[in-house]
């Protein structure tokens, strides 16, 4: 929401950003006026593609996950990369069952910071389950991300998510995405996750040739 924007009686102002990760900058903005935020995000998809072309990927959360927009993303020459959370618990539990199968590649790194060590290790399946090509059309890739979190105390924390791509992604730069995902939004000052959700942006990766896109909703 718009600071300072709320007057008495009526509910402050609420956008919905497209943010571009390397250079911090908001590249569109659009005033929700009440709608659903995958609903602002369609009418943006035109001025997306103007600044970026034919080749762009948009990070989502798991609220945007729904057939006609992701067909509609694809259609304008973009792809997706969209976590699977309880709001999508059918989902979630397809990819829990593929990944049962011997994963087509995996990555882990180590990282210490703060006194804390992660270990994450992240694994891609390419057969995509009917029930989530039905609902998320061009979905190639299915992403598993588990980490593990030795704090100061001697505590170690586990976690293990998971999200979908439409583009054929190796485990490295499905990490890699995830990775700068997280970062901006502990950098913007939105927590410290690295889950690509709502408040995702647009970055471009050297990995894979593309922008990669996402959007930001402004509470």
């Not at 998809?45 to 996950?65: C, H, N, P, Q």
């Not at 882990?108 to 290790?121: A, C, F, L, V, Y």
Request: overall charge neutral.
């Amino acid at each position: 929401m718009l600071k300072g924007s709320a007057r008495q009686g009526e509910s402050a102002l609420s956008f919905l950003s497209v943010f571009f990760h390397e250079l911090s900058l908001t590249v569109a903005q659009t005033p929700q006026n009440g709608r659903h935020e995958a609903h602002v995000l369609d009418d943006m998809l035109e001025t997306i593609k103007s600044v970026f072309g034919e080749r762009w990927m948009i990070t989502l959360d798991a609220a945007y996950t729904e057939k006609g927009l992701t067909g509609r993303i694809v259609e304008a020459g973009g792809a997706y990369f969209v976590p699977l959370k309880n709001n999508t618990r059918i989902f979630k539990e397809w990819a829990k069952l593929t990944f049962q199968h011997p994963p087509a590649m995996t990555y882990q790194d180590e990282e210490r910071r703060s006194g804390e060590t992660w270990i994450r290790m992240t694994s891609t399946q390419t057969e995509i389950p009917d029930d989530i090509l039905l609902a998320l059309p061009a979905a190639q890739t299915l992403i598993r991300r588990e980490y593990h979190v030795t704090h100061r105390d001697g505590r170690v924390t586990q976690e293990v998510r998971y999200a979908v791509s439409s583009v054929l992604l190796t485990a490295r730069e499905a990490e890699d995405i995830w990775r700068v995902e997280g970062w901006n939004h502990d950098r913007h000052g939105f927590g410290r996750t690295t889950v690509p959700s709502r408040r995702s942006t647009l970055h471009t990766v050297s990995v894979i040739p593309m922008a990669i896109a996402g959007v930001r909703c402004a509470y």
